[in-house]
């Protein structure tokens, strides 16, 4: 194995080494945000070994609320017994007459054993997400026994000890080690997983923009063929069985997000003809940030497993996570197909299958894999304008993102550029049209507005640079790169470039990594989005694939 894939493998194994986190949580699990009851008194309530007053004392001398107390004087204290033998103490403070209070510490306290089982200050105590549980996404998924195995079986095929100094090797090796900082997040170092992101997206971003610009010759030039270690044929098994393994591991050791949660909330709300935004449950209150297009997509799933009513196993969003999921894969492999043959899309595929976060994005039950889905079925329609404005509508009404692709795609066919940009606007437009006649029908377009963009415009979140530092200076940057990006898609759309499918997948990954370069929250689920564009611009340079055996050296 080449040094590039020894290294991407070890860190991998980063992931296993790093612990999964510092609290002692059963996996899976988050704290409950609705307590049972909420008494200051001084007395023992049926089942409870401590009385209120008691867990509020011993709180009350965790270092770090000693700190934030001393900050602010004024700090109040309540203390709520939760559902599973704990008491939460939270500590607020009044920030202004009218305005929400401020939670300033948090602190968990175990009612039969009297000790402090987990303490949180600063975004830790509003973001769960922060706090390193075992299993809050993707459960299994983490586990190096999974992850491991499968962040090798993404770089085998490749491998090829006769260049072990290829380009893609080194790409390859970038593309894993997304892990690395995933493992630092499941040990709740936000301060460790957020910067070593960035690097990552500048250098795929940088990649895409080479490959994408490099024109008319680079598509034109003789080419090589993609040298496997393994036969095409032995890819294709591999794909279905591990196609087969992720729905048996979504199907038995998965949870369900807020996010899938969310579509199957608004599926069963547009199945009904009700309002899509500015009414769901408080359980999941702003879960109506989606565009249109999300809940229309989970009404199938939802309709033949209906929801509950409560945030439970949620049957239907697992469903539409294996479908989105199969959907993409699918994809993955016609888009190659129609670019260097069926040999092609079998890798493809066989990527998709086997890159970690895929699986991480099915195994959270999230709706990411639909966004990288339906932004493929645009590039599988390129070459018809109408088809193509259509479908990245549908692409663009799920998480906005796509939407800045619409000056790429539109003017994607340049021998007929006037008439393709005139059919593509048309497809877009009566798409878009089509997609919010139930949004209009049962809500105002400002109420949609508030609930979707302008609510993600006004979030914070620690897991970006953005959101986990603070100054007036890193606003004006990021103002400055989410200028950069907007203007930058604009760009791309008019400047020479390559004008095949490689070329349209490598300017696609651009845009969407250099969008997320900008984003005050960004995920590990939102990879999937740019990951088969960075794929297809990386292996549809080559003719197809073949395998080129091993060669060991001659003994003397």
């Given at each position: 194995m080449t040094?590039a894939?020894c290294?991407?493998a070890?860190?991998?194994?980063?992931?296993?080494a790093?612990?999964?986190?510092?609290q002692?949580r059963k996996p899976g699990?988050?704290p409950?945000?609705?307590?049972?009851?909420g008494d200051?008194?001084?007395?023992?309530?049926p089942?409870?070994?401590l009385?209120p007053?008691q867990?509020g004392?011993?709180?009350?001398?965790?270092?770090?609320v000693?700190r934030e107390?001393?900050?602010?004087?004024t700090a109040?204290?309540?203390?709520?017994?939760?559902d599973?033998g704990?008491?939460?103490?939270?500590?607020?403070?009044?920030i202004?007459p009218g305005?929400?209070?401020?939670?300033?510490?948090?602190?968990?306290?175990?009612?039969r054993s009297g000790?402090?089982?987990?303490?949180?200050?600063?975004?830790k105590v509003?973001w769960t997400?922060?706090?390193?549980y075992?299993?809050?996404?993707g459960?299994?998924?983490n586990?190096p026994?999974?992850w491991v195995?499968?962040?090798?079986l993404?770089?085998v095929?490749?491998?090829q000890?006769?260049r072990?100094?290829r380009?893609?090797?080194?790409d390859?090796?970038v593309?894993?080690?997304?892990?690395?900082?995933l493992a630092?997040?499941n040990a709740?170092?936000?301060?460790?997983s957020v910067?070593?992101?960035y690097p990552?997206?500048?250098?795929l971003?940088?990649?895409?923009?080479?490959?994408?610009?490099?024109g008319?010759a680079?598509?034109?030039?003789?080419?090589r063929?993609?040298?496997?270690?393994?036969?095409?044929s032995?890819?294709?098994?591999a794909?279905?069985?591990l196609?087969g393994?992720r729905?048996a591991?979504?199907?038995?050791?998965?949870?369900v997000?807020?996010?899938?949660y969310?579509?199957?909330i608004?599926a069963?709300r547009f199945a009904?003809?009700r309002e899509?935004?500015?009414a769901f449950?408080d359980?999941n209150?702003?879960?109506d940030t989606?565009?249109?297009?999300?809940y229309?997509?989970?009404v199938p799933?939802?309709q033949a497993?209906?929801?509950s009513g409560k945030?439970?196993d949620?049957?239907?969003a697992h469903?539409a996570?294996?479908g989105?999921?199969?959907?993409?894969?699918?994809?993955?492999?016609?888009v190659g197909?129609?670019?260097?043959?069926?040999g092609l899309?079998?890798v493809?595929a066989y990527c998709?299958?086997?890159?970690?976060?895929?699986?991480y994005?099915?195994m959270?039950?999230?709706?990411d894999?639909?966004v990288?889905?339906?932004?493929?079925a645009?590039?599988w329609?390129a070459?018809r304008?109408?088809?193509?404005?259509g479908?990245?509508?549908l692409?663009?009404?799920?998480?906005?993102?796509p939407?800045?692709l619409?000056p790429l795609f539109a003017t994607?066919?340049a021998s007929?550029?006037r008439r393709?940009v005139?059919l593509f606007?048309i497809?877009?437009a009566?798409t878009?049209?089509l997609?919010?006649v139930?949004?209009v029908a049962?809500n105002?377009?400002?109420?949609?507005w508030d609930a979707?963009i302008?609510f993600?415009?006004?979030?914070g979140?620690p897991?970006?640079v953005?959101?986990?530092?603070?100054?007036?200076?890193?606003d004006?940057?990021?103002l400055?790169v989410?200028?950069w990006?907007?203007?930058?898609a604009?760009?791309?759309a008019?400047?020479?470039r390559r004008?095949?499918l490689?070329?349209?997948?490598?300017?696609s990954?651009?845009?969407?990594?250099?969008?997320q370069?900008g984003?005050?929250h960004?995920?590990?689920?939102y990879?999937?989005?740019?990951?088969?564009l960075?794929?297809?611009a990386?292996?549809g340079?080559?003719d197809a694939?073949?395998?080129?055996?091993?060669?060991l050296p001659?003994r003397?």
């Amino acid at each position: 194995m080449t040094r590039a894939a020894c290294c991407a493998a070890l860190l991998t194994f980063l992931l296993a080494a790093l612990p999964a986190s510092a609290q002692t949580r059963k996996p899976g699990s988050q704290p409950t945000s609705s307590p049972l009851l909420g008494d200051a008194r001084d007395a023992i309530a049926p089942g409870r070994r401590l009385t209120p007053e008691q867990a509020g004392a011993i709180a009350d001398r965790v270092t770090i609320v000693r700190r934030e107390r001393r900050r602010d004087p004024t700090a109040t204290r309540e203390v709520t017994a939760k559902d599973d033998g704990r008491w939460q103490v939270s500590y607020f403070v009044d920030i202004a007459p009218g305005r929400p209070r401020n939670e300033i510490a948090q602190v968990y306290v175990g009612d039969r054993s009297g000790k402090v089982l987990e303490a949180y200050t600063g975004y830790k105590v509003a973001w769960t997400m922060a706090r390193g549980y075992p299993g809050a996404f993707g459960r299994v998924v983490n586990s190096p026994i999974v992850w491991v195995p499968l962040a090798i079986l993404f770089v085998v095929p490749f491998v090829q000890p006769r260049r072990p100094r290829r380009m893609l090797h080194l790409d390859l090796l970038v593309l894993s080690a997304f892990s690395l900082s995933l493992a630092f997040f499941n040990a709740a170092q936000i301060g460790m997983s957020v910067p070593l992101v960035y690097p990552l997206l500048l250098y795929l971003l940088g990649r895409m923009l080479w490959i994408g610009l490099r024109g008319r010759a680079a598509a034109g030039q003789a080419r090589r063929p993609l040298a496997l270690l393994v036969p095409v044929s032995w890819l294709a098994i591999a794909v279905v069985f591990l196609l087969g393994f992720r729905v048996a591991l979504n199907v038995t050791r998965s949870n369900v997000i807020d996010v899938g949660y969310a579509g199957v909330i608004g599926a069963d709300r547009f199945a009904d003809g009700r309002e899509l935004y500015g009414a769901f449950p408080d359980n999941n209150q702003n879960g109506d940030t989606y565009g249109p297009v999300v809940y229309a997509a989970y009404v199938p799933f939802e309709q033949a497993l209906p929801w509950s009513g409560k945030w439970d196993d949620v049957p239907a969003a697992h469903a539409a996570a294996i479908g989105f999921d199969l959907l993409a894969c699918l994809l993955c492999f016609l888009v190659g197909r129609r670019v260097r043959g069926p040999g092609l899309g079998i890798v493809l595929a066989y990527c998709w299958v086997t890159f970690p976060f895929t699986l991480y994005a099915s195994m959270s039950n999230a709706n990411d894999a639909l966004v990288g889905a339906l932004v493929l079925a645009a590039l599988w329609v390129a070459g018809r304008p109408l088809a193509r404005g259509g479908m990245l509508a549908l692409a663009g009404l799920t998480k906005f993102a796509p939407l800045v692709l619409a000056p790429l795609f539109a003017t994607h066919d340049a021998s007929r550029r006037r008439r393709g940009v005139t059919l593509f606007a048309i497809g877009f437009a009566v798409t878009a049209a089509l997609a919010f006649v139930p949004v209009v029908a049962h809500n105002s377009l400002r109420s949609f507005w508030d609930a979707s963009i302008a609510f993600q415009a006004q979030r914070g979140s620690p897991f970006s640079v953005w959101g986990l530092y603070e100054g007036a200076w890193i606003d004006k940057v990021q103002l400055g790169v989410q200028i950069w990006a907007v203007v930058g898609a604009v760009v791309l759309a008019f400047v020479p470039r390559r004008r095949d499918l490689v070329g349209l997948a490598a300017c696609s990954a651009a845009i969407l990594i250099a969008l997320q370069l900008g984003v005050t929250h960004w995920f590990y689920l939102y990879i999937p989005w740019f990951f088969p564009l960075v794929m297809l611009a990386l292996l549809g340079r080559w003719d197809a694939p073949v395998r080129v055996p091993l060669r060991l050296p001659a003994r003397a």
